[in-house]
């Protein structure tokens, strides 16, 4: 690791830019991931355009750089599947600038420069992070070492699709800027699997309530900070989300809500209590075991909850056009942005999956205004053709690909 002085950069709003520090992908480094034989890329300060046909690996380029930060697939696809037909295990690479300050001050005092290398082998199923040249103790040691955020026009099923899509948004949001939610997040799911074996034992054999039973104090001690951290955030970007949407051009007013079956009693002044959350998950697992034992399956706690989007009132997921979905789920990406910039202190890298397909110019023009006034950061912006580059990012470097194989 070295330490330099931040790099700020001029955001490219046409109103008043916003100089934030951000984090540089400065080479990224592809072995047999997908359909990428061989990528060895150095990627100029403001980011690149990648232009190519359908199903020549545009996104499976932004796929790969989004692993360094998740390390699983942004596709939810197994690891196995993204191995290259025929290899026997990829690799991902980059060397990566970050600038670092105090947590939640959006303020750089330092970079870091740091290497991060992801390698996968299919016929051990093994995988190893290496972050500086020494392999991680555990993986999620090694979670959100390059900060990035993707945008695709696929993200419309934060809003249209099943609650787990929102809730999964949720958990990776919050698992990547807070220790303390992804610990929770592990051993609560750890716990429901648990349990919902011995449901189904119980289940099978008519005997083993006992056996179920003995998860529920776990599962309300890791299932309190997941639906208190969840609520707190939601309460602390509705008001954001709301205003986003009516600056893309949304005119019905939007609502953010956390959605949830648990009972907590209000504190005064607290409303981030865990305390009163673990006690009400308690009560409502122990309630709900009978019916829990008759299906075999756990019925109440976070992993049921939901995150409400609303359009005047009425629920976006039936009543919404397809572009104010599409609206809705740029507002839920330009928070996730937000949440890991105020987190990491510098604009996270930002991944562009042709994001402005089927929306009209005047959105499109207004999102990259509220990205460029947020402080954009590093792009990287994918497009089956020129034409669709937006004016605002013209100014970026060029590349194209074909089979998987990148031209500068
Ligand atoms: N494990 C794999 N090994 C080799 N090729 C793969 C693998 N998984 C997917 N592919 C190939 O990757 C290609 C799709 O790449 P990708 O999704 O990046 O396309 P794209 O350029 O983003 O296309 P579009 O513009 O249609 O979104 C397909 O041709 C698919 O067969």
């Given at each position: 690791?070295?330490?330099a002085a ?13 100089r ?11 072995r047999?991931?997908?359909?990428l034989?061989?990528v060895?890329?150095?990627?100029p300060?403001?980011?690149?355009t ?7 690996g545009k996104?499976?380029?932004?796929e790969?750089v989004?692993y360094l930060?998740?390390l699983?697939?942004v596709?939810?696809a197994?690891d ?9 295990g990829?690799h991902?690479?980059?060397?990566v ?8 001050t959006?303020r750089?005092d330092r970079v870091?420069?740091?290497e ?6 299919r016929?051990?199923k ?8 020494a392999?991680?103790p555990?993986?999620?040691d090694?979670l ?5 955020v ?11 699709g099943?609650p787990s ?9 919050l698992?990547l ?8 997040l592990q051993a609560?799911r750890g ?13 099978r ?9 003995v998860?529920?104090p776990q599962?309300?001690e ?31 007013p939007m609502r953010l809500?956390?959605?949830?079956a648990l009972d ?13 959350a673990r006690?009400?998950?308690k ?5 709900k075991?009978p ?12 992993h049921?909850?939901d ?6 009132g009425r ?9 104010q979905q599409?609206t809705a789920a ?7 942005a ?11 890298l930002f991944l ?5 397909a ?5 959105r499109?023009?207004?999102?990259l205004?509220?990205l ?13 053709r020129a034409?669709?580059?937006?004016p605002?990012l013209?100014?970026?470097?060029r590349a ?9």
């Amino acid at each position: 690791m070295g330490d330099a002085a931040p790099r700020v950069e001029d955001a490219p709003s046409p109103t008043a830019p916003v100089r934030v520090p951000r984090v540089e992908l400065r080479r990224l480094v592809v072995r047999d991931f997908r359909n990428l034989e061989r990528v060895d890329l150095a990627v100029p300060p403001d980011g690149l355009t990648i232009v190519g046909e359908n199903g020549h690996g545009k996104t499976n380029l932004l796929e790969s750089v989004y692993y360094l930060e998740l390390l699983r697939s942004v596709r939810g696809a197994r690891d196995a599947d993204l191995v290259r037909f025929g290899a026997v295990g990829f690799h991902v690479s980059a060397e990566v600038a970050v600038p670092a300050g105090e947590a939640g001050t959006a303020r750089a005092d330092r970079v870091i420069d740091r290497e991060v290398g992801v390698g996968f082998e299919r016929a051990t199923k093994r995988k190893r992070v290496r972050i500086d040249g020494a392999e991680v103790p555990r993986l999620s040691d090694a979670l959100g070492a390059v900060p990035s955020v993707i945008f695709s026009p696929g993200d419309v099923v934060l809003v249209a699709g099943s609650p787990s899509e929102r809730r999964r948004y949720l958990d990776v949001a919050l698992a990547l800027t807070s220790r303390r939610y992804l610990s929770a997040l592990q051993a609560y799911r750890g716990a429901l699997v648990r349990r919902n074996a011995a449901l189904r034992d119980a289940m099978r054999s008519g005997r083993g309530e006992g056996r179920a039973s003995v998860w529920e104090p776990q599962l309300a001690e890791h299932g309190a900070v997941l639906w208190t951290e969840r609520r707190r955030w939601v309460r602390q970007h509705a008001e954001a989300f709301a205003q986003l949407c009516a600056a893309i051009g949304e005119r019905s007013p939007m609502r953010l809500r956390y959605a949830t079956a648990l009972d907590v009693p209000h504190v005064a002044g607290d409303d981030d209590s865990v305390d009163g959350a673990r006690e009400a998950l308690k009560r409502a697992l122990a309630d709900k075991r009978p019916l829990d034992l008759k299906r075999g399956l756990t019925h109440a706690g976070p992993h049921r909850d939901d995150l409400e989007l609303a359009m005047g009132g009425r629920d976006l997921r039936l009543f919404g056009s397809a572009g104010q979905q599409r609206t809705a789920a740029i507002a839920l990406r330009m928070l996730e942005a937000a949440t890991l910039r105020d987190h990491v202190g510098s604009a996270p890298l930002f991944l562009l999956d042709d994001p402005f397909a089927e929306l009209d110019a005047r959105r499109a023009h207004r999102i990259l205004a509220l990205l460029g006034d947020a402080g954009l950061g590093q792009v990287l912006l994918v497009v089956p053709r020129a034409s669709d580059v937006p004016p605002e990012l013209t100014r970026l470097p060029r590349a194209g690909i074909q089979d998987g194989v990148l031209s500068l």
